[in-house]
Nanobody, 126 residues
Framework: QAQLVESGGGLVQAGGSLRLSCAASGRTFSNYAMGWFRQAPGKEREFVSAIRWSGGITIYADSVKGRFTISRDNAKNTVYLQMNSLKPEDTAVYYC???????????????????WGQGTQVTVSS
């Protein structure tokens, strides 16, 4: 059974930083593109960032570009999201996801991902 477990969320003041982790198990996730999405109350789940299955190619939403950094450690089956210069509008539940297709460019749509974690809450106070 494939499983993704996020951690690292919490409450932080605006301008602060958090690092989210997503630990994967049950599959060879080194073959999977990994993505981060977020969902704020009353809003649809939106793309944040993704990294190619082999690393090397990363994509970011315009809203987080220059502030967030995605990375992966395939030896640990873990993907990270370093979030700096956090803003109140970054407040959301953050989800990790895995895409089994070995595409050249990581996917950005919710329906392109096969596996999802349970989410971790990030709250940024002003």
């Amino acid at each position: 059974q494939a499983q993704l477990v996020e951690s690292g969320g919490g409450l932080v003041q605006a301008g602060g930083s958090l690092r989210l982790s997503c630990a994967a198990s049950g599959r060879t996730f080194s073959n999977y593109a990994m993505g981060w999405f977020r969902q704020a109350p009353g809003k649809e789940r939106e793309f944040v960032s993704a990294i190619r299955w082999s690393g090397g190619i990363t994509i970011y939403a315009d809203s987080v570009k220059g502030r967030f950094t995605i990375s992966r450690d395939n030896a640990k089956n873990t993907v990270y999201l370093q979030m700096n210069s956090l803003k109140p509008e970054d407040t959301a539940v953050y989800y990790c996801a895995a895409d089994s297709r070995r595409t050249l460019v990581p996917a950005t749509r919710v329906d392109e991902y096969d596996y999802w974690g349970q989410g971790t809450q990030v709250t940024v106070s002003s």
